[in-house]
């Protein structure tokens, strides 16, 4: 019997394991081939290099070194130090308002900026010439410069727009009464929906009392101010998107006498502020009101029921709970689209649910929405596959929501399109519903194309060290993958068909938010993977050419110029050209195409054309079939749920992507999503 054999029967410690073993968590004798692979018949591989790992004084000597570095002046507990950590996904970016005024802003890795950052990452040619950043977060300047959204990411207003109207005393009837009515009209049919603080009736009479008021029988400065508020905002979306910024100009400059009051109607101003901008495509500032609400409301109790022994009617309560929720749904969802934290917590909430059904609801989607930023991008996870696990469960959560819907609207997820008040809220969840599914499962997608791509430059490179990393993706991955690519586009379905049916749908500004989500969500997907462009440019062309149906300006304009930048970057090809020949309400297509779905044999989405029709512009990197008619969207196929999906099991043969799998010199549970999704590679960090 050899020397190694009696060591290994000896019990002494092995300084090696195969790949087998090391996959498998199980011990190893070090023989070649090992006594498990002898046993299963399975390919007994070694690492062709030796991994360092700090002895036990080395460790704590690192220790005493990174501890002064990992608290903070405030004596908060910064994150663990890894490799990792060279790897921001989270950006912020200098701006330059005047020589006097230097803004410096910042959105988390589940902001809409995050995603384009690692598209900006994927096209720029040399990533490593890029500066170093430090803390996990990347100056992304150059990217928004390249996609021209330095304007979005800082809030800045166009200074050319038209802000001459209706100059003079806020109480003059400045904007004719035709107008006014159908602004307030519009609002009540779609954004109040959002914020439904008093009946709509009340809008209605302060509207009439505004425009016919008598010395004993008027407006008070804070029910003027909302009223001008709703009317600004749904004014947006019209031809006559002027008087926005002059009513909203108006409003701020009436109240900076009463900054510091806290009561319920400041609350509902600076909620009302913050729906505005957020309409206007100014997040930061839309962040900022909403922080100032939040604020208020916690100030004036809100957050508390009033006790019995205070006497107030059923009116007054009600109005109460609506204002809070309201405020908490928008401040839960909109945190979450900007990747920054929330101001109100749950559990610091005593205070009952309001009885309109609508805000209910959205109240149950937004404890999902907590979950999601708490399990997935607040927690540090042992593994991928655990957090695929974690995912899985929070999908579970967002799919229950679908009996909340039938209860509150009557429908269903997959109902018909529905018209007028109703198709907004509809809009509103299904918008809500999915994109809160596509940012639980993104960051996978992420990794994945970064994974990808680390490993075709490792065989490249060298093919020596190619068996330390698998050589498929897991199809658990797979899975994840596509559940945000159906969520990405389930949404663009949705709103390519409601925006075509409903004219309430296609004012709303912030729809195009989701529109830019789910298409660079697309776009990402096949800069990594160029053969399923053909599958997914139907779906962004389709988006552009409704986002151009909308009212022009930003952030509408800036979500196409974007869109057309990074096309143009992957294939000059790609770029979209509008259609301009229409048939009735139908944009007519160049040629007929339907389109099938399937999975690729790597079990990625794929959308198979059927019968295609010759291209407008055949050129190289582009197959037949590419449709960019909006009212031919393929159906996306329904994915097996999550919850019961049978490449989740926990069998001892899943491949996981934890550090003995990969070959990585770090531990996944001390990293943190801040630092691990990446869009910058520094030439420390390990070649995957």
Known sequence: MSEASDKAQAGWRIPRACQECRKRKIKCNGLTPCKTCQLRNTPCIYRDYIRHRRKKHENEEATERNSP???????VPQRTASVMNDFPNSVSATHMASPSCRMQLYYGPTSHFSLMQHIYRDLVSNPASQPEPSGGVEEAGAGLDLFSFRRIFFGTPDF???KSLGKGDLSMMFLPYDLAKLFLSRFLSSLYHLMPL??????????????NSSPTDHLDAFAQAILLLAMASAALGTDHFAWGDVLFERVKASLTAFDDVVNLQTIQISLHMANYQNEQGRPNSAFLHLGSASRKALAAGLHKDVPHDVDQTPENIEERRVTFWSLYIYETWFCFHVGRPSSISLKDVAIEYPQDPFIRLLVQLCKTITRSVTEIYGQRHESLLHMWRVARSIADDIRGHEAHLQQALGLGLDSSIQAGSLGVRQTIFITLYYHTLLLTFRQFLIFRGHWQRERNIALNQSRTHVTNYPRETPSWLNEACNHAITAAQKTLHHLCEASRL?????ELRYHGYFFGNSVFTLIYEFIHNPNVAPVYLPWVYASMQILSTMRAGDPIASTIAAMQTVLRNINPSYEWVPLLATTGDKIAPPGGTAIQQGLTS????????????????PSIGMRPGISNSPWNLPQVETLENPATGGSAGSGEDLLDFTQSDMGWDFDFSTMDLDAFFSVYQSNSAPVL
Do not use: F, M, W
């Not at 570095?69 to 004596?75: I, L, M, V």
């Not at 008093?198 to 425009?211: A, F, G, N, S, V």
């Not at 409903?502 to 296609?506: D, G, P, Q, S, T």
């Open 69 to 75: 570095r990992q608290a903070s002046p405030t004596g």
């Open 602 to 617: 790597d079990g990625r989405h794929r959308l198979l054309p059927k019968n295609p029709p010759i291209p407008q512009n």
């Open 198 to 211: 008093r009946p709509k009736i009340y809008y209605e009479q302060c509207l009439d009392k505004l425009y």
């Open 502 to 506: 409903n004219n309430l749908v296609l």
């Open 160 to 162: 050319h727009e038209n």
